[in-house]
Nanobody, 127 residues
Framework: QVQLVESGGGLVQAGSSLRLSCAAS????????VGWFRQAPGKEREFVAA????????SYSDSLKGRVTISRDSAKNTVWLQMNSLKPEDTAVYYC????????????????????WGQGTQVTVSS
């Protein structure tokens, strides 16, 4: 069983940057692909970014491409999401998730394909 804890969210002004962290404990996190999702009030949870277990492939949502970077350090059991040029519409709770299919080389973008989820971290961007 993998436990995921997100951190790094906060209240920032438009144009600012944030670096979110997803720290894992238990299980075999290093073998799992990881995704970041976000959910704004009244909206469905949406894909933000994903990275394969070996970090050889990454993927980003069209709305965030060019402003976010996902990375991981398996030795530290941590995945990061660097977000730049933040906009008010980026305001949401951000979640990290792990796909328990070990050594999966395919990028996973659908909520239902992830097995483990963190509790989320709030990101609020003021105009």
């Amino acid at each position: 069983q993998v436990q995921l804890v997100e951190s790094g969210g906060g209240l920032v002004q438009a144009g600012s940057s944030l670096r979110l962290s997803c720290a894992a404990s238990g299980g075999a996190f290093a073998m799992y692909g990881v995704g970041w999702f976000r959910q704004a009030p009244g909206k469905e949870r949406e894909f933000v970014a994903a990275i394969t277990w070996n970090a050889r492939r990454t993927s980003y949502s069209d709305s965030l491409k060019g402003r976010v970077t996902i990375s991981r350090d398996s030795a530290k059991n941590t995945v990061w999401l660097q977000m730049n040029s933040l906009k008010p519409e980026d305001t949401a709770v951000y979640y990290c998730a792990a796909d328990s299919r070990a050594y999966n080389v395919e990028i996973v973008t659908h909520v239902r394909e992830y097995d483990y989820w963190g509790q989320g971290t709030q990101v609020t961007v003021s105009s």
